[in-house]
């Protein structure tokens, strides 16, 4: 009798994927898919215990609905057929695009692909790498619903995210400078393939067009690998890549790039190219933007292409395009990267950019831009959020948004007053600054936002009057709780750049431009 007993409780696992709850079906709980998922087709993903019961509501009610629509559907084996649902599913599609991207079952023997460290890597890339990296909304999480359907369909891609997950887990959150080094050589591999891929896959002819947007997403992943694992040089070369890839393709203007490569493509190239619309142009263009403002260099392309990217007038596009969504749609307005901080960005760019242009000028020269630099100022002090995007967020979410938000704008003004208008760090304006950033990071620090902090960490730090042992020491433990979760090795970076300011300043280096200062420090650090 109790064996039965013992049978009953084991039919149903606590621990099964989603859609076999679902179902109300025992799952054998393989990962990344289980056995029901894969035979049937299924989407099939594994929901950990730190998921709110809002998201696990989003998940289950995509699910189900995946599931109702694989029941009605039944897809012919010919080419023909394909193209034909495609066209008449275009709408629907079009509407599953902004979902959340579950789990892709694996009929594309991606599990053939990899050995078994290959399948850990790829599932911590999905229940928890991805996650924690976006701070948007679960429905706008890029990393999980545009990167992994591309890692099914280009290698490159697949093995520039094992390298980023490699990368994570060869960092340890209790040493700061110690490194696991059988993740490191995962890491290293998995970079190498990802990159003879890219160079050995450059398509030609009429799918070009399309095809260099896996490119340049494996470039970005790539990146974002990079600067997880703490390089100050690699980043830098990537990001060039990336930036003849546009260049190449679309022309010196990048603002063009969804005019020019969303042009209606034929449903054979909609079979080759599934993924593609305008949000996922969107996304990997505003990918590069991030990555490339996110640091003391010019940016790639002049601030202005950037600007009209975002602002651009949705009336003036073609007829061809018009499928591209509304300017000012929530897919614009709440970045995973980036949240509802855009305009702050844009402005931290030409904030970087003037600086640049000013350092080969004499004083006199400098003055004539006077104008330029007020100007900026008034526009930071201006700066409000989006009241559309913090409509579409949910209530318990706003007010970190806004905190983040109000730390962003406080930071670059901060940056503003060090770099273009040389205040000296023992100003009061700039001392009232820091104390409003320091409450301000209190408050968003250990939550979900935490992973954006990294810029206004490393302004905090370096606006530190020399004396001043409590606010270092107050710094230093901030660095210390952030890094026993996120464990990205930029912040690391962060610290120890702020360090080595401190020791120049004790030692009687006053080097009052920072960007200067980081430039002779040979630092070439990426925030983003």
Known sequence: MSYGVEKLKLKYSKHGCITCKIRKKRCSEDKPVCRDCFRLNFPCIYISESVDKQSLKKI?????????????????????????????????????????????????????????????????????????????????????????????????????????????????????????????????????????????????????????????????????????????????????????????????????????????????????????????????????????????????FPIEQYEKFFQRDHNSLPNSVSFIEPVGSPIEEIDPLIGINKPILLLLGQV????????????????????????????????????????????????????????MKISTLMFFQLTLLKIDKDALELQILINKLNSKLDRVIGTFLEGSLCFPLFIYGVCIRIHDMEKKIDLEAKFDDILKRYKCYNFQNARLLVRKIWQNEADGIREHDLVHMIDELDYNINFA
């Open 60 to 300: 289950k009610a995509d699910i189900q609905r995946q599931l109702v629509s694989k029941k009605r559907k039944h897809t012919g084996d010919s080419v023909e057929q394909v193209a034909v649902a495609t066209y008449a599913h275009q709408s629907y599609d079009s509407e599953l695009d902004n979902q959340i991207y579950l789990s892709k079952p694996l009929e594309d023997c991606i599990s053939q692909k990899l050995d078994s460290m290959g399948l850990q890597l790829y599932n911590y890339y999905r229940s928890h790498l991805a996650n924690i990296i976006s701070i948007a909304p679960m429905n706008q999480n890029y990393y999980l619903n545009i990167f992994l359907p591309m890692a099914h369909e280009n290698d490159g891609i697949l093995f520039a995210i094992l390298a980023w997950s490699a990368n994570h887990l060869s960092i340890s959150s209790s040493d700061e400078l110690r490194k696991d080094e059988i993740f490191v050589s995962l890491a290293n591999k998995y970079t190498y393939m990802s990159l003879t891929d890219l160079k050995t896959n450059e398509a030609s002819g009429p799918y070009a067009k399309l095809s260099f947007l896996y490119s340049l997403a494996q470039i970005l992943i790539l990146c974002g690998s990079e600067i997880c694992q703490g390089d100050v040089k690699f980043w830098k070369i990537l990001m060039n890549i990336g930036k003849n890839l546009i260049e190449n393709h679309v022309g010196k203007d990048i603002s063009r790039i969804l005019t020019t490569t969303t042009e209606e493509p034929s449903l054979e190239e909609k079979i080759i190219f599934p993924n593609f619309n305008s949000v996922v142009k969107y996304w990997l263009i505003v990918n590069f933007i991030y990555h490339d403002i996110l640091n003391f260099n010019t940016t790639s």
């Open 352 to 407: 970087t950019n003037l600086t640049r242009f000013l350092q080969s000028m004499e004083q006199e020269e400098m003055l004539e831009h006077g104008d330029k630099i007020l100007s900026l100022q008034v526009e930071i002090y201006r700066l409000q959020p989006s009241l559309m995007a913090l409509d579409i967020l949910d209530n318990d979410k706003k007010f970190y948004y806004l905190e983040l938000f109000e730390i």
